[in-house]
C-alpha cells in the first residue's frame, strides 16, 4: 500500500516553505518534496520577499537575518548613481545628470507609488476585492488605460533624458519577458514600485546567507521536509488530482497538490503538454574564493545596461536564439563570496557554447566594478528561467494565477506571482485557497 | 472676406471636410502647400511612360458614404475579414459619434461623466501580427512594427487594402478635388499655412507663407498632431498640456519606396512579401541602413495597365523599418543607392532575371515624404501604431483652443478610413456650430 498525505507540495523554494507552513497550520498532514539533497538559498535578491508571510510565520524570531534591506537602485556609467527611497536625495543626485530628469523624478515616482497603491490589493489580497477600477473616477481610470496600454519606453521616454537613466529604469520593465515597447512593460514598472513601497523595507533585501531557508525550515511545524525525493509524474484521474509517483517508482497519494514550479513544467507532469516561451531571463551565481578583496560598492542592484536600445535590441536577438552583444543585466552582491547577476532577456535555450558565452559576458561586464574578479572565480551556476508575461497576466486576478486545469493541482512558485519573484505570497495565497475550499 | 472654415491640407481628409461643410452651406476655403490637390493621392510619370503613385499603391479603406458622396470607384485588393472589419467599423463608429456629440461646456461635466466603455480594439492590444499570416505583409510594408510583440496586431485596423479601380491613386485625389470643388469649396493651391491666427481666445484664421491672412470662423488642420501643435502655433499660444502633448506624440516613418520601370513584364503576377530578418529593426533603431527589411513587391501594371507602356511594366517595391534619420548624417546619394542595391538583389533572387528587364529606378526615402507631404519623419501613419497611442486615446477631433479642430491622421478616425478624419472633424465643427 502506498503512502498518504493530504497534501504535497513540490520544491523547496520560498513559495513552497509558505505553502507547507500554511498548510500544516491549517491541520493538513503535509509533505513538502525537494528533489535536490536539502534546499537551496534563493539565487538573487530579495525582491518581492512577503512581508505578511514574515510577520506570520515569525521568521526574524526563528533565524531570519538581513545583510541589508530597502536595497536602492545603482545606475552604473561614467557618473554612477544611487536611487534610493528618498525622492530628495534621487533627485539631487540626477541633478548631475540633468535638471530636467531631477524635476521629473518625484512626480514619477509619486505616480507609480499611487497606481502601486490601488494595484496593491489586487494582486496580493485575495479574490475577494473586486475589480482593480471599480471604485475609481474616470480621470484615474483613464491613466491607468494608459499605463496598461504603455510600453515602458514611451512612458520613461515622455519623462526622462538621461540615457543611462532610461536604460536603467528600463531594466525592471523587462521583468518576466515583456519586450520594453509591449503592452504591460509600463505596469510591470508600477509593480516594482510596489514592492518598494513604504513599509515594505524587507521586500527588497539581502538575507544573510541561510538564514532565510533556515527560518522557513524551523516554521514548518507538523509539515515534513522531505530531500532527494523527485517527481516525476502528477497522477491524476477523471480531471482531479490522486497524488505523485517519485522517480524511485513509489508514489504517495493526496488530494491537494501545491507546485512551485512553472506552470508549463507543472502540466507537463499532469501529462498536459505545454509551450514552453522562446526567450527567458538568466540567474548567474558566481562563486568566489574566500579571500576576494570586495571593493566598496553600497549594497544595491547595480544595473549594467548603457544605452536605452540595448533592451530592445537584447529581445529581438533572444527570441532568434542569439545572446545579444550588449546584454543588460543586473547584479547583487549576496555575500562576500557569491555575486548573483540577472541576465535577460536570453533564449529559453541555450547550447554548452551559448552558457560559456553567457557566464564570461557576465563575468567581463561586471570586472570593472570588481577587479580580480575572474582570477577569484570558483564555480558558474546558470540557470534559465523561461518566461513571456503578458498584459493579462498583470490584471489577472490571483485565483486564476493559481489554478490549473487539474482539480486539486494550484501553483505556489514563481508564476504564480503577477511577474517572476522570490517571494512567498502565491504560497500563502494558495494554502488560504486550498483550506478554505 | 471671412469664411466659416479654413481647413489646412488638400488631402483625402482635408477635401472630406470641406466637400462636408460646403454641402451643409457653410463657406469652406481649403489651403494646400503643394502645386496640386490630392496629397498622397497622386501618381507621377516617374520615367517616361511609366507611371506610379509615389507615396502608396493603396490607402486604408474609404468608408462607404465618402466613397458614394466622391463617386470614387476603388478596387479592394484581398477583403478584409469579417472579425476585423467589425472592429473596424465600430471604433469608427465610436468615433464618429464623439465627433458629433455636442461638448458640455467646460471640464467639469468630462470628469463626472461615467467610465468610459472599453475601446473596441482593446483585444488587440495583446495581440501579434505574426497570428494574421495572410495579412502580415500588408499591414509590414513601410512600417517598423515587430510582428511578434504584443499589440503590433493594431496595424491590422489601418491596412492599406483600397486601390484605385484604374489611374493609379492620383485618380482617387482628383476626384476628391472635383467632389469638394462641386460641392462649392475653394481650394487654393501653392498657398502654405505657417500660423493660426488666434483672436479673443479662438481660432481665427489661418497666416499664410506669402504674408496675406484667411480669416475663418474655424481652422482644421489636416497636418500630423505634432506639426498641427507645433508648428502652427508660436509657444505660448497654446496650454502646456497640449504642447505635451505634442511633444510626446510618437511619430514613426519607416517607408521607403522604389519604383521600377521594367522592359517587359516581371515574372510573377501577385504580390510577393520577404519578411526580412531581426536585424532590420535593429539597423531600423540605431539609424543604419537595414540590409535586409521587410519588402512588399506588387507587379501594379499587372492589374492596372495604363501604369506601364504596352508590353512593359511598373512595378513598386514598398520597404519597411527604413529609418528617417541616419546616425552618420543625411540620405546622401551613395546611401540611397545602398538602399536599393540590397532590395534589388534580394529581388532577384526571389524572382531571377528581373534586373536583366530593369530600365529605371526611382527612390523615395522618409525624408522625401515628409517634405513632400508634410509628414513628421515620413510617417503616413500620423504617428506610431502602438496601442498607447491607439485604443481610444489618440486625439479627438476637438482641441483645447476652441475653434480649432484636428482632421488628420493622428486622431482618433484617422488610421481607420480614407478621409475619416476630415469627416469627423467637419461633424465635430458642424455640432459645435449648432450649439
Known amino acids: 500500500m502506498s503512502e498518504r498525505a493530504a497534501a504535497l507540495v513540490i520544491g523547496a523554494s520560498v513559495g513552497g516553505f509558505s505553502a507547507a507552513s500554511y498548510l500544516a497550520r491549517g491541520g493538513l498532514h503535509t509533505l513538502l518534496l525537494e528533489a535536490e539533497q536539502a534546499p537551496r538559498d534563493p539565487d538573487g535578491a530579495l525582491i518581492a520577499l512577503d512581508p505578511r508571510m514574515v510577520a506570520e510565520l515569525r521568521l526574524p524570531a526563528l533565524g531570519l537575518s538581513f545583510a541589508a534591506r530597502d536595497l536602492p537602485m545603482a545606475v552604473t556609467g561614467d557618473m554612477p548613481l544611487l536611487l534610493g527611497r528618498e525622492l530628495y536625495a534621487a533627485s539631487s543626485a540626477l541633478a548631475k545628470f540633468s535638471d530636467a530628469d531631477a524635476l521629473a523624478w518625484p512626480a514619477y515616482r509619486r505616480r507609480l507609488t499611487a497606481e502601486a497603491r490601488r494595484l496593491r490589493r489586487w494582486w496580493w489580497t485575495a479574490p475577494d476585492t473586486g475589480a482593480p477600477d471599480a471604485t475609481w473616477n474616470a480621470g484615474a481610470r483613464q491613466s491607468f488605460h494608459h499605463l496598461c496600454f504603455s510600453g515602458a519606453d514611451a512612458y520613461l521616454n515622455a519623462r526622462f533624458e538621461t540615457p543611462s537613466l532610461l536604460a536603467a529604469l528600463l531594466w525592471d520593465a523587462g521583468a518576466g519577458g515583456f519586450a520594453v515597447s509591449e503592452p504591460g512593460s509600463a505596469l510591470a514598472l508600477v509593480w516594482r514600485a510596489a514592492q518598494e513601497m513604504a513599509g515594505l523595507q524587507d521586500a527588497a533585501a539581502i538575507a544573510h546567507p541561510g538564514t532565510l531557508i533556515g527560518s522557513l525550515t524551523r516554521a514548518l511545524g507538523m509539515a515534513q521536509l522531505r530531500t532527494q525525493t523527485r517527481v516525476t509524474r502528477i497522477l491524476t484521474k477523471s480531471g482531479g488530482v490522486t497524488g505523485v509517483m517519485l522517480a524511485d517508482g513509489s508514489e504517495i497519494e493526496a488530494d491537494h497538490i501545491v507546485s512551485t514550479l512553472s506552470r508549463a513544467n507543472t502540466l507537463n507532469l499532469a501529462g498536459m503538454p505545454q509551450p514552453t516561451p522562446s526567450i527567458a531571463e538568466a540567474r548567474i551565481l558566481l562563486r568566489l574564493a574566500p579571500g576576494f578583496a570586495v571593493p566598496d560598492v553600497p549594497p544595491a542592484r547595480h544595473i549594467l545596461a548603457a544605452r536605452p536600445d540595448m533592451h530592445a535590441d537584447a529581445h529581438e536577438a533572444a527570441r532568434a536564439g542569439r545572446i545579444a552583444a550588449d546584454l543588460p543585466m543586473e547584479w547583487v552582491m549576496l555575500a562576500p563570496d557569491r555575486i548573483a547577476v540577472t541576465a535577460r532577456p536570453v533564449p529559453a535555450t541555450l547550447s554548452a557554447e551559448q552558457r560559456w558565452k553567457l557566464a564570461a559576458k ?76 | 472676406m471671412r469664411y466659416d472654415a479654413a481647413i489646412i491640407g488638400a488631402g483625402a481628409d482635408g477635401l472630406t471636410a470641406a466637400a462636408t461643410l460646403a454641402k451643409a452651406g457653410l463657406k469652406v476655403v481649403v489651403l494646400e502647400r503643394a502645386s496640386r490637390a490630392g496629397g498622397r493621392l497622386v501618381t507621377l510619370e516617374f520615367h517616361p511612360g511609366y507611371f506610379a503613385s509615389p507615396y502608396a499603391d493603396a490607402v486604408a479603406e474609404v468608408p462607404l458614404a465618402i466613397a458614394r458622396a466622391f463617386g470614387l470607384s476603388l478596387r479592394p485588393i484581398t477583403p478584409l475579414p469579417d472579425g476585423l472589419r467589425a472592429t473596424r467599423d ?346
Open chain 1, 362 to 437: 557576465a563575468v567581463m561586464a561586471l570586472s570593472p566594478a570588481m577587479p580580480g574578479l575572474a582570477d577569484a572565480l570558483t564555480g558558474v551556476e546558470i540557470r534559465l528561467r523561461p518566461q513571456r508575461a503578458r498584459l493579462a497576466d498583470l490584471l489577472a486576478p490571483p485565483p486564476s494565477r493559481l489554478l490549473t486545469p487539474v482539480k486539486g493541482l494550484l501553483l505556489a512558485g514563481e508564476d504564480a506571482e503577477p511577474l517572476p519573484s522570490i517571494s512567498g505570497r502565491a504560497g500563502r495565497l494558495a494554502a488560504r485557497a486550498l483550506l478554505s475550499s
Open chain 2, 90 to 435: 465600430a471604433a469608427l463608429a465610436r468615433a464618429f459619434a464623439e465627433a458629433m456629440e455636442t461638448p458640455t461646456v467646460g471640464t467639469l461635466a468630462k470628469w463626472l461623466a461615467p467610465p468610459q466603455q472599453s475601446w473596441p480594439g482593446e483585444n488587440f492590444a495583446a495581440t501579434e501580427l505574426a497570428a494574421w499570416p495572410a495579412l502580415r505583409g500588408r499591414a509590414l510594408a513601410g512600417r517598423s512594427l515587430d510582428p511578434e510583440l504584443a499589440g503590433s496586431a493594431l496595424a491590422l485596423l489601418s491596412l492599406p487594402l483600397s486601390e484605385a479601380a484604374s489611374g493609379g491613386l492620383g485618380t482617387l485625389g482628383d476626384d476628391f478635388a472635383e467632389g469638394a470643388e462641386a460641392a462649392g469649396a475653394e481650394i487654393r493651391l501653392g498657398q502654405e499655412a505657417t500660423e493660426v491666427v488666434i483672436a479673443e481666445a479662438r481660432a481665427a484664421g489661418v497666416a499664410l507663407a506669402n504674408g496675406s491672412r484667411v480669416m475663418a470662423k474655424s481652422v482644421i488642420s489636416t497636418l500630423d498632431l505634432r506639426q498641427s501643435l507645433l508648428s502652427l502655433f508660436s509657444r505660448t499660444a497654446l496650454p502646456d498640456h497640449m504642447l505635451e502633448e505634442a511633444r510626446n506624440w510618437r511619430m514613426a516613418g519607416a517607408t521607403a519606396r522604389l519604383l521600377l520601370a521594367l522592359r517587359r513584364p516581371l515574372r510573377r503576377e501577385t504580390p510577393l512579401f520577404l519578411p526580412g530578418d531581426s536585424t532590420a529593426r535593429t539597423a531600423f533603431r540605431h539609424g543604419r541602413v537595414p540590409e535586409a527589411p521587410p519588402l512588399l513587391l506588387d507587379p501594379v501594371s499587372r492589374r492596372d495597365p495604363g501604369l506601364a507602356p504596352e508590353g512593359a511594366a511598373t512595378v513598386t517595391v514598398t520597404l519597411g523599418a527604413i529609418p528617417h534619420r541616419l546616425f552618420d548624417g543625411g540620405w546622401t546619394p551613395e546611401k540611397r543607392t545602398a538602399l536599393a542595391a540590397h532590395a534589388l538583389a534580394r529581388i532577384e533572387k526571389a524572382i531571377p532575371g528581373t534586373l536583366a528587364i530593369l530600365t529605371s529606378v526611382k527612390i523615395i526615402v522618409p525624408p522625401d515624404m515628409e517634405s513632400a507631404l508634410a509628414a513628421t519623419a515620413g510617417d503616413l501613419d500620423g504617428g506610431a501604431l502602438a496601442p498607447d497611442q491607439m485604443l481610444g486615446l489618440r486625439p479627438g477631433s476637438r482641441t483645447a483652443l476652441p475653434g480649432f479642430y484636428l482632421g488628420g491622421r493622428s486622431t482618433q478616425a484617422g488610421p481607420l478610413g480614407t478621409g475619416a478624419a476630415g469627416f469627423a472633424a467637419a461633424a465635430a465643427l458642424m455640432a459645435d456650430g449648432a450649439k
